[in-house]
Structures are given as C-alpha cells and as structure tokens.
C-alpha cells in the first residue's frame, strides 16, 4: 500500500497531510472543500507518494464546494472530462496563485472523489483503462 501526501495550504506546505486509507483521504477531500466554500476559487491539492515524490505520478485535484477536477501528471498526462463541449477556463487557487483550469474538464465531486480513490488504491496511479480519466495534450 501507497502512502501518499496531500499539499493545500501553508499548514500542509510544512507538514503534508498523509494519505493512507480511504478514510484519510475522504478527511482530506472534506477539509479542502470546506476550505474552499464560498470562495470563488476553489483550492488545488497536491498528492504525491510519501516516500518518493519525484518517482511516481503526481495529481492536482481542484475540491470545490460540488465541483473540481483530477490532473494526473505522468506519461502520458491525464484529467478528468467534464462536459467536451463547454469552452474556456475556470480558476482554481493553488497555495495562492491564480491556475487556469480548462473548463472541459471540471466534474462533479462524487467523480473527483472516484478518481482520487483510484489513485490511492492503484498504489499512485490510477489503472491506465480508468474511464473517468482521459489522455490530454
């Protein structure tokens, strides 16, 4: 089993959240998205391996109040798709800095909650065949 750590905030900079059950990563989920209620920038949260940060994938996920997105950063890159046919970006806050997310692919939180889960019970990576997630340039 994967330990994996969560960066959202200028607590977690210093002292990542650790990831190692479902229900740990559900607390995580909860407490960004309670972070990011009422805020017009939802938070990004940033999931490596514990162990080995540089030699795994890497996911930025955006937990909003009922919406967010997954960005796995590997070979090849993969994110979520929302509705393909909506254009443009929506932003998202990572540790204060504005990101610009393509709108295409923002989702419901129940299909951020299924990838992230994913990712922690694939060992950090999210099978190749995972139907919510899709190759993107």
Same mark, same amino acid.
């Given at each position: ?50 162990? *080995? %940060?540089?030699?795994?994938?890497? @996911?930025?996920?955006? &937990?909003?109040?009922? /919406? ?6 590997? #070979? ?6 929302? *509705? %393909?046919?909506?254009?443009?970006? @929506?932003?998202?806050? &990572?540790?204060?800095? /504005? ?6 692919? #923002? ?31």
């Amino acid at each position: 089993m994967v330990t994996l750590q969560a960066i959202f905030d200028r607590e977690t900079a210093g002292n990542p959240a650790i990831i190692r059950t479902q229900d740990e990563l559900d607390a995580v989920i909860e407490r960004v998205r309670t972070l990011s209620t009422g805020h017009p920038c939802p938070a990004i949260v940033e999931i490596t391996d514990a162990d *080995d %940060p540089w030699n795994r994938p890497f @996911v930025n996920a955006g &937990i909003g109040e009922h /919406r967010g997105f997954v960005q796995e950063n590997w #070979e090849p890159p993969r994110a979520t798709l929302g *509705d %393909p046919g909506v254009e443009g970006v @929506v932003v998202y806050d &990572i540790q204060g800095s /504005r990101a610009e997310i393509p709108a295409d692919q #923002e989702v419901s939180l129940d299909v951020v909650r299924e990838v992230l889960a994913a990712h922690l019970s694939g060992g950090g990576r999210a099978p190749d065949d995972f139907p919510l997630l899709r190759v993107v340039d």
